[in-house]
């Protein structure tokens, strides 16, 4: 598949402060790429840098194979953004925004205005100045703009933000539609792991400016490493067990009385068996799999939703 | 560049901000005028062409420099705070074209505003007493008020240069506000220097083209010219440079 956007070693600094530092990444045609990180990891300083708003302090950015050193390099009929709470000129009608918009992309057709509309859900509200639309309707209305001129690339930077459970929805089977019936690239940065969970092909996953993880997202499931919880009456005891007559050592007591098994889990009854042999009073035994919050707090040693 | 012009223009479509036009054409006339009638009802008519003069002057040297900053500070600080900054400047067009688009929105506004003032001038003069209302005096007001065009907008790219560096309407206004006190100060002084201070060069077309006075026309015409170009290119450098975030 061809690279869409590539970076290397990306970094930003401001004086004292490095916002970004050597982020590498790589899109391809067709993925999405959830971009994960909390809230001031750098997702949108390196999107920024992506689209020329922001000089980098050093690295290569390259865009659709050519490598891109000054924002006039960059091919904007080729890419559609949302960057943080997408901005409209109040007074004007959203048909008005978009119009702006059109003109500036050099499209000579009106049509796709109206289609734009339409498919955010925004059509019966196309004469209605923007400053009446609530933020939620201004998230879809930047959706609508950044679809307009009909990108091969889409930017996104938090899309969901401020919409309405069911706006989160419809705004996830929008993009989820147009990675697979346009073939849009797309790259969405998000804070909310379940939002990248439920969409992104590829995970990049940013902390601190830096980058810790980019893979795609079946493997960072299996990652996720399924592993036996026992609960028993003796952790100690089970530890022998397990070490001693089993030869497993690749186990974890997590809390007092629970362990967590990660190799031969196949054997749960062999397990079970030992276990009451020598006296273990097993209380559950269950097969569990990691989420991929804990995995992302192991990662980041923190939170999961920041 | 049309397009860039034709949308910065459109912009503005239903703002608010379109009422400072008005305010800057009608209101000196407003005061000027209702001041005549009232002198004239005591039987003290005022001359047309001192109204004339007396609507000119507060809009050339009072009102216009604090409107015309106002509204720059609007097109430029509205970017940021609508955060509109951040799509404007992914389009496939240079950023300096935003500005070129930008500054010539500044200068339809202002030729707008000397014209419907200009307009409003010659209606109401014929209204107060068409007898005095003469082709020369008609043409005398035509004159400055087309001259007081190219000296405003020299003045205008320094109010550019601190909206966007500033990102907010507050310096502007501050920008509007001390020149606007020092040019008092100054014209009271009489000193052979005002010439170089560039907000006296409204009181210096009026002398010029009103009372047939002699001025220094090219020192007044240097001072305009670094006036409007340093700021000019200044900002030009500044946007090709400087990041942009949204204040955020």
Redesign the interface.
């Known amino acids: 598949m061809d690279v869409i956007l590539r970076t290397r070693n990306l970094t930003k600094r401001y004086k004292e402060h490095t916002a970004v530092r050597d982020v590498s990444m790589t899109l391809r045609r067709g993925d999405i790429y959830g971009f994960l990180g909390q809230n001031g990891a750098g997702k949108t300083t390196t999107l920024?840098m992506m689209?020329?708003?922001?000089?980098p302090t050093s690295g290569e950015i390259e865009l659709f194979g050519n490598k891109v050193t000054a924002?006039?390099q960059?091919?904007?009929?080729r890419?559609g953004?949302i960057?943080?709470?997408?901005?409209?000129?109040?007074?004007?009608s959203a048909v008005?925004n978009l119009?702006?918009?059109r003109?500036?992309?050099?499209m000579g057709n009106r049509d796709s205005i109206e289609e734009s509309l339409d498919a955010v859900g925004l059509l019966a509200a196309r004469n209605h100045?923007v400053k009446q639309f609530s933020l939620g309707m201004k998230q879809r209305l930047g959706l609508a703009?950044a679809l307009l001129h009909r990108p091969e690339l889409l930017i996104l930077d938090e899309p969901t933000t401020g919409l309405d459970p069911q706006g989160i929805r419809e705004t996830r089977q929008l993009i989820l539609d147009l990675a697979l019936k346009r073939k849009i690239t797309i790259l969405l940065s998000s804070h909310i792991l379940s939002e990248i969970e439920q969409m992104a092909t590829q995970v990049g996953i940013i902390h601190r400016g830096r980058m810790l993880e980019e893979v795609p997202y079946e493997v960072l499931q299996e990652k996720n490493k399924q592993y036996l919880e026992i609960h028993v009456d003796n952790d100690r005891k089970a530890a022998m067990v397990l070490e001693q007559h089993l030869r497993i050592a690749a186990y974890q007591i997590i809390q007092l009385g629970v362990i967590r098994i990660y190799e031969r889990i196949e054997e749960a009854a062999v397990i079970n068996q030992q276990f009451v042999r020598f006296g273990l009073a097993v209380r559950e035994l269950s097969l569990k799999r990691d989420s991929l919050e804990e995995y992302f707090m192991r990662l980041t040693g923190g939170r999961g939703d920041a | 560049m049309l397009n860039i012009l034709y949308i910065e223009l459109f912009k503005l479509k239903s703002s608010k901000m379109l009422w400072l036009i008005v305010l800057g054409a009608f209101f000196p006339g407003l005061i000027s005028w209702w001041g005549a009638f009232y002198t004239m009802s005591k039987g003290h008519p005022m001359p047309v062409a001192d109204v004339l003069s007396n609507i000119s002057y507060m809009m050339s040297l009072v009102l216009a420099p604090l409107l015309f900053y106002l509204f720059t500070a609007y097109i430029v600080a509205r970017e940021y705070q609508e955060k509109t900054i951040n799509h404007l400047f992914t389009y496939p067009a240079p950023r300096w074209m935003f500005y070129l688009g930008k500054l010539l929105t500044m200068l339809v506004v202002i030729t707008a505003t000397f014209a419907l003032s200009y307009v409003a001038m010659v209606v109401m003069a014929l209204v107060y007493n068409g007898q005095e209302v003469t082709v020369e005096l008609v043409l005398q007001y035509l004159l400055l008020q087309v001259w007081m065009i190219p000296v405003h907008f020299a003045l205008i790219p320094l109010a550019f240069a601190v909206s966007f560096v500033s990102r907010s309407y507050v310096a502007a206004i501050i920008l509007a506000i001390v020149p606007m006190l020092l040019t008092s100060t100054l014209l009271s002084s009489s000193s052979p220097y005002n010439v170089l201070f560039p907000w006296v060069a409204p009181y210096f077309v009026f002398k010029t083209v009103l009372d047939n006075e002699l001025v220094n026309l090219v020192a007044m015409s240097l001072t305009l010219l670094v006036t409007f170009l340093i700021p000019f290119l200044f900002t030009w450098f500044y946007l090709e440079k400087a990041d942009v975030h949204s204040g955020s």
């Open positions: 920024r689209l020329g708003l922001v000089q924002a006039r960059i091919p904007f009929e890419i953004s960057i943080e709470i997408p901005g409209f000129y109040p007074n004007i008005d119009d702006i918009h003109r500036l992309m050099g100045p703009r």
